[in-house]
């Protein structure tokens, strides 16, 4: 069973990227998927999460306007769009599943490696 984050990179202030979260090893029709984020020393926090298909997104007031978390059906991922990036956001984002509606990140079964979003100002 694996969780596979993707699409991090260097980006510009003001930017956007898309990440992927892509599954394998199981179905996750029945979960709740969610993105965090963690930089050094912090905890990880808590940043969307939606149905595994896409269902009911759900996504934190830091970060609203900004981030949208959808299911993109042809490539089988949950996918985290983010515009007007700020250096604020640098951090490794991770994807997970879990089987209730969480923002907690003990409630998470699964977790992938994570992929690094660097902002440069």
């Known amino acids: 069973v694996q969780l596979q984050a993707s699409g991090g990179g260097l980006v510009q202030a003001g930017g956007s990227l898309k990440l992927s979260c892509a599954a394998s090893?199981?179905?996750?029709?029945?979960?709740?998927i969610a993105w965090f984020r963690q930089v050094p020393g912090k905890e990880r926090e808590f940043v969307a999460l939606c149905e595994w298909s896409g269902g009911s997104p759900y996504v934190a007031d830091s970060v609203e306007g900004r981030f949208t978390i959808s299911r993109d059906s042809a490539q089988n991922t949950v996918n985290l769009q983010i515009n007007s990036l700020m250096p604020g956001d640098t951090a490794v984002y991770y994807c997970a599943a879990a089987r209730g509606r969480t923002m907690t990140p003990s409630g998470y079964v699964y977790w992938g490696r994570g992929t690094q979003v660097t902002v440069s100002s």
């Open positions: 090893g199981r179905t996750f029709s029945n979960y709740i």
